[in-house]
């Protein structure tokens, strides 16, 4: 975890203390942050796929995926716009209008926790700031030792085969860091990606040990996860063999934010049956 406390590397631009703010965030994790650290009354405007918490959908929006409005945005007088690194061609065009945009980086666990340090730090409320990332840690802890050494594969989407691409968690991903400090590996192996696309050769040779599927869904009934599970439980692999397939239909579980706490709660469920699992199987 010492990595973890590298201050002031993340950020494009450095926070100064200011005592009160005008925000705009253009992400829905960013949003979750700022009002996860209490800086929910700093914030503006946010985009239109902002969902959490109920405060802000009620907020103005200046966008949406396909883009913002640079009207909108100055006519709102922000001092401060947040925006993730995916938006960096934004950031030179804010910055010539005189408006300070600030691109964060959350790809990393590492990474979400420095940005909710330097949030924290830059709307005056470094003690939540610290308060969320001891949470963070905490449940980090919970989740070692309960199996170790196994390969887990999770994968984005809902398939009804498997004979596309697929989309899996890669090791430059926040999801590959929560695996490695549970004491397991990712059954993804490059080192090019944050999101990796498989095949069904791949997946094949991969032979992950626990699959973590994490897919939206409105519906979250029996039936429905049943459905969701259905192809990946004739894949030829060992988690198959196991009963150790998952699914997660929180659309929480993919913001990478300090509601990552929820993820790892849920991943720390899987792993505790999934070291059932294995016991059953291992006994003669």
């Not at 969320?132 to 199996?147: A, F, H, P």
Request: aromatic share 8%; glycine share 6%; proline share 5%.
């Amino acid at each position: 975890m010492r990595r973890l406390l590298l201050l002031g590397l993340l950020f494009c631009l450095p926070f100064t203390v200011q005592a009160k703010e005008r925000i705009i965030t253009l992400s829905p994790a960013l949003t979750d942050i700022v009002y996860a650290v209490g800086a929910g009354d700093q914030i503006v405007a946010t985009t239109a796929h902002t969902h959490y918490p109920k405060e802000a959908e009620k907020l103005p929006k200046v966008g949406d995926y396909f883009g913002v409005s640079l009207e909108k945005i100055v006519a709102l007088s922000p001092t401060l716009v947040l925006l993730q690194r995916n938006n960096i061609g934004l950031v030179e065009k804010l910055r010539r209008l005189g408006i300070e945009a600030v691109p964060v980086r959350l790809g990393s666990l590492e990474e979400i926790m420095q940005a909710i340090t330097e949030i924290g730090k830059r709307t005056g409320h470094d003690a939540e700031a610290r308060k969320l990332r001891r949470e963070i840690e905490t449940s980090l802890q919970k989740v070692q030792g309960i199996v170790s050494g196994k390969k887990i594969l999770i994968v984005f989407g809902t398939y009804a085969k498997l004979d596309k691409a697929i989309y899996a968690a890669g090791n430059n991903l926040y999801f590959a860091d929560i695996i490695r400090a549970s004491g397991n590996r990712n059954a993804v192996t490059s080192h090019f990606d944050k999101q990796s696309v498989l095949t069904y050769e791949s997946l094949l040779v991969a032979d992950p040990d626990i699959i973590y599927i994490l897919t939206h869904q409105d519906d979250a009934s029996p039936k429905t996860r049943e459905k969701l599970l259905r192809p990946w439980r004739k894949l030829p692999v060992r988690a198959a063999k196991y009963g150790t397939i998952y699914c997660n239909t929180d659309p929480a579980a993919t913001i990478p934010s300090q509601r990552i706490v929820t993820f790892i709660e849920d991943f720390r469920k899987i792993l505790e049956d999934a070291r059932t699992r294995f016991a059953t199987l291992q006994r003669p």
